[in-house]
């Protein structure tokens, strides 16, 4: 196999994971899933370890938005080290959602007996299934193989699942039909895009930085490690408007500025985009749709065009950004399929 072959074939087979996935859901009794009561009552939590805990990030936005309930995003590590700061005492409503690619991750099945000791009920969303499945009947398995070790698909899948699961019990029936629709919207943009991000990716940067605000700021964080993994290119993320208070002072022709636009917020991330040009560096931009100006401040523009909420769009930024790493990797000669010092699973000795 070519070196990356494994990786890039799993990037774009995403549109038939997606419908496979989507249609799986729709056959699932998801309320089997849900805690014992109310689930608005709940304070929700996502817990993940690396490119998982970026997608709890999302999920944890995205919950908030159609579900209107209280949701937040922790590493594993942070309840394991500090559970007194994350499920402190005086809340007993917490539905944690443990999040787990392989669902074999060392922090994220400790924290499941942690809660399995304090009586705390939780969800469990994972692919591979293994032992974390086996902590909870509460378990959501999707129909994800993924063999590549930077997670992709799987990414996609599950932030899919959660979203599909938070518009289902808040009656939003709208949403589920624009998750629907992005398989072939993704094949449509494929189509477009493919290409010029292969082109862009034979450029070298000595730095690489991801802007983005709202739900998009997890993307512009697991856009970023997917460069960092697949690549071995250091690459940072930022909010967009974050930018210019200090780490815009790394911005030269060498350094490559990427910004996702939200459409809530375009005028003032847009802004940020073009004052970075005006400084000299190398830029992308992913916006559903652009204006004339901001679109000439970008030597890579991919626009979605996507008539589907805010939210529903996630997933499809996030696509480029994954394509990117495996470009930039295969372009420095390595294989992102093999990640310099990465295993699938971290998996930690006692
Ligand atoms: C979590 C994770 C991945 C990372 C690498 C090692 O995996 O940290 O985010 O890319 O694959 O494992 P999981 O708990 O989702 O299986």
New binding site residues.
């Given amino acids: 196999m070519k070196a990356g072959e494994r990786t890039l074939r799993e990037i774009y087979g995403q549109p038939a994971v997606w419908r496979r996935c989507l249609q799986a859901l729709a056959n699932t009794n998801l309320d089997i899933l849900m805690p014992d009561k109310d689930p608005f009552s709940f304070q929700w939590i996502f817990v993940?370890?690396?490119?998982?805990y970026y997608l709890a990030q999302a999920a944890a936005a995205s919950f908030k938005d159609l579900a209107a309930v209280p949701a937040n995003a922790v590493p594993a590590s942070e309840i394991l080290l500090f559970p007194e700061l994350h499920l402190p005492v005086w809340n007993p409503t917490v539905f944690p959602v443990l999040?787990?690619?392989?669902g074999?991750?060392s922090e994220?099945l400790e924290v499941g007996e942690v809660l399995k000791e304090r009586g705390i009920q939780f969800l469990a969303v994972t692919c591979d299934g293994n032992e974390l499945a086996e902590l909870t009947h509460r378990t959501l398995k999707l129909p994800v193989v993924e063999e590549s070790?930077?997670?992709t698909s799987s990414f996609s899948s599950m932030l899919i699942a959660l979203q599909y699961i938070a518009a289902k019990f808040a009656g939003r029936l709208d949403f589920i039909e624009a998750l629907n629709a992005l398989p072939s919207e993704l094949n449509r943009l494929f189509e477009l895009y493919a290409s010029q991000t292969e082109d862009f990716a034979r450029q070298s940067f000595e730095d690489v930085t991801f802007l983005a605000q709202g739900p998009l700021y997890p993307i512009a964080e697991e856009v970023s490690l997917k460069i960092m993994?697949s690549s071995s290119t250091y690459a940072q993320f930022f909010h967009s408007l974050e930018f210019r208070h200090g780490p815009k002072s790394i911005v030269s022709e060498k350094v490559l500025v990427g910004c996702l636009l939200s459409e809530a917020g375009f005028a003032k991330e847009s802004a940020v985009l073009i004052e970075m040009k005006e400084l000299g560096a190398a830029t992308l931009a992913i916006a559903n749709k652009f204006t004339p100006a901001v679109r000439s401040s970008a030597d890579l523009a991919i626009e979605l065009s996507l008539g589907v909420p805010e939210l529903a769009r996630l997933v499809v930024y996030l696509v480029w950004g994954q394509l990117l790493g495996c470009y930039f990797g295969l372009q420095k000669g390595l294989d992102p399929d093999s990640p310099r010092n990465?295993?699938?699973?971290?998996t930690l000795a006692g």
């Fill in positions: 993940g370890c690396g490119t998982s999040i787990s690619r392989s074999r991750t994220v070790t930077v997670m993994e990465l295993s699938r699973v971290v």
